[in-house]
């Protein structure tokens, strides 16, 4: 009489952690294809058809839907075995890697790399980078930031801020900037094969110019719209005649709030603003550009359109920016807009308080 396999059944949370882990590159190869196998065994397959599959053993199958039905996912991790004792104990490991990071870099380097961290310690490049990948300190990767100085920091930020959260009532309330000198460049573009088989795309290092052009953008906070203008230009006329353009597709009864950096063609604007008195401009905090939304468009406009594109002249330049905005605009929503709070004081945390 052929043995039933034993059926298995999971939560939610159980079912959404065995599917990261399936599609997971970064865990143990062994891990991922146990939770395939678990996947597969939730599915309501037989333990034959699951190893044909996976192009294992059913006997094999068997043992880890047993594990699994037993202790749930920490059935699907190795258990502890007998053998040699590690070279390197993985606290005391840890605390030497911790303890060396704290001191200075050898001569002549910026910063600890692995390689330099194995040397110091006497201990071989995998325990080093088993050890940091395991405690999450990641070397070469960083981050920066940029604190205003601004004294009005306070209240700018919070004008700004609040035009964000609670915008008058009938009003439109626009983030405007300009993005200068874009670059036609021309250069060979496709995909290469590489020495380790994998296909990437291609760029060309040299290239021809064929000129610059400026791009002014005007961000709907409440829909996500964009209107954009593109100039030879990106002078106090060239911005007026931007806003010229937008004010002409409002009514006069309707206040129009305008978010800004401190670039020099915003201000001094007071004669244009005198002739619409509808129109109020909010500025940003000094060195906090950040706080204007319409740098986020910019940002995706860059990735999605700019990079690693080739243009044979200005005109194919702008035509690809304007299709792109009304690509943009035909589904366009306003941005769920979130910062991180970042504090100075970061900098001088050591990396023992950090991983403690």
């Given at each position: 009489m052929?043995r039933v396999a034993?059926?298995?059944v999971?939560?939610?949370?159980?079912m959404?952690?065995?599917?990261?882990l399936?599609?997971?590159?970064?865990?143990e190869?062994?891990?991922v294809?146990r939770s395939?196998?678990i996947l597969?065994c939730?599915?309501?397959?037989r333990?034959d058809?699951i190893?044909?599959e996976?192009?294992t053993?059913?006997?094999?199958?068997?043992v880890?839907?047993?594990r699994f039905?037993?202790?749930?996912?920490?059935?699907?991790?190795?258990k502890?075995?007998s053998?040699?004792?590690?070279?390197y104990?993985?606290?005391?490991?840890?605390?030497?890697?911790?303890?060396?990071?704290?001191?200075?870099?050898?001569d002549?380097?910026a910063?600890?790399d692995?390689?330099?961290?194995?040397?110091?310690?006497?201990?071989?490049d995998?325990?080093v980078?088993?050890?940091l990948?395991?405690?999450g300190?990641?070397?070469?990767r960083h981050?920066s930031?940029c604190?205003?100085?601004?004294?009005?920091?306070?209240?700018?930020?919070?004008?700004?801020?609040?035009?964000y959260l609670a915008?008058p009532?009938?009003?439109l309330v626009?983030?405007v900037?300009?993005k200068p000198?874009?670059?036609?460049l021309?250069?060979k573009?496709?995909?290469?094969h590489?020495?380790?088989s994998?296909?990437v795309?291609?760029?060309?290092?040299?290239y021809?110019?064929?000129?610059?052009?400026?791009?002014f953008?005007?961000?709907?906070?409440a829909t996500?719209?964009i209107?954009a203008?593109?100039?030879?230009?990106?002078k106090r006329p060239?911005?007026?005649?931007?806003m010229?353009d937008?004010?002409?597709?409002?009514?006069?009864?309707?206040e129009?709030?305008?978010i800004?950096d401190n670039?020099?063609t915003?201000?001094?604007?007071?004669?244009?603003?005198?002739?619409h008195p509808?129109v109020h401009?909010?500025f940003?905090?000094?060195?906090?550009?950040?706080l204007?939304?319409?740098?986020?468009?910019?940002?995706?406009?860059?990735?999605k359109?700019?990079?690693?594109?080739?243009f044979?002249?200005t005109?194919?330049?702008v035509k690809?920016?304007e299709?792109?905005?009304a690509?943009?605009?035909?589904?366009?929503s306003?941005?769920v807009w979130r910062?991180r709070?970042v504090?100075?004081t970061?900098?001088?945390?050591?990396?023992a308080?950090?991983c403690?």
């Amino acid at each position: 009489m052929p043995r039933v396999a034993i059926p298995l059944v999971c939560e939610p949370k159980v079912m959404q952690e065995l599917e990261r882990l399936s599609r997971s590159r970064t865990e143990e190869a062994r891990l991922v294809e146990r939770s395939r196998i678990i996947l597969a065994c939730l599915s309501g397959k037989r333990n034959d058809e699951i190893a044909v599959e996976h192009k294992t053993q059913p006997a094999t199958v068997g043992v880890w839907r047993k594990r699994f039905a037993a202790e749930g996912l920490a059935g699907l991790h190795d258990k502890e075995r007998s053998g040699k004792p590690p070279i390197y104990p993985a606290t005391e490991l840890k605390q030497r890697i911790i303890n060396k990071l704290e001191e200075p870099p050898p001569d002549g380097l910026a910063t600890w790399d692995g390689g330099s961290l194995a040397q110091a310690l006497n201990v071989s490049d995998d325990a080093v980078w088993r050890a940091l990948r395991k405690e999450g300190i990641q070397l070469r990767r960083h981050r920066s930031w940029c604190i205003s100085t601004d004294p009005e920091f306070a209240e700018k930020s919070a004008d700004v801020i609040g035009l964000y959260l609670a915008p008058p009532e009938k009003a439109l309330v626009l983030c405007v900037d300009e993005k200068p000198s874009i670059q036609a460049l021309e250069r060979k573009v496709g995909y290469v094969h590489t020495s380790s088989s994998k296909i990437v795309r291609g760029l060309q290092s040299t290239y021809k110019r064929h000129g610059t052009i400026n791009l002014f953008a005007a961000l709907d906070v409440a829909t996500g719209y964009i209107k954009a203008k593109t100039t030879v230009e990106k002078k106090r006329p060239d911005f007026q005649s931007f806003m010229d353009d937008i004010v002409a597709t409002v009514t006069d009864d309707k206040e129009i709030h305008v978010i800004l950096d401190n670039y020099c063609t915003h201000k001094k604007n007071d004669k244009w603003l005198a002739e619409h008195p509808n129109v109020h401009f909010h500025f940003t905090p000094t060195s906090a550009s950040w706080l204007n939304q319409v740098e986020i468009w910019f940002g995706i406009l860059s990735r999605k359109t700019l990079v690693g594109a080739s243009f044979t002249s200005t005109e194919l330049l702008v035509k690809s920016i304007e299709s792109f905005v009304a690509r943009h605009n035909e589904t366009a929503s306003p941005f769920v807009w979130r910062k991180r709070e970042v504090k100075g004081t970061q900098l001088r945390n050591t990396i023992a308080n950090l991983c403690n």
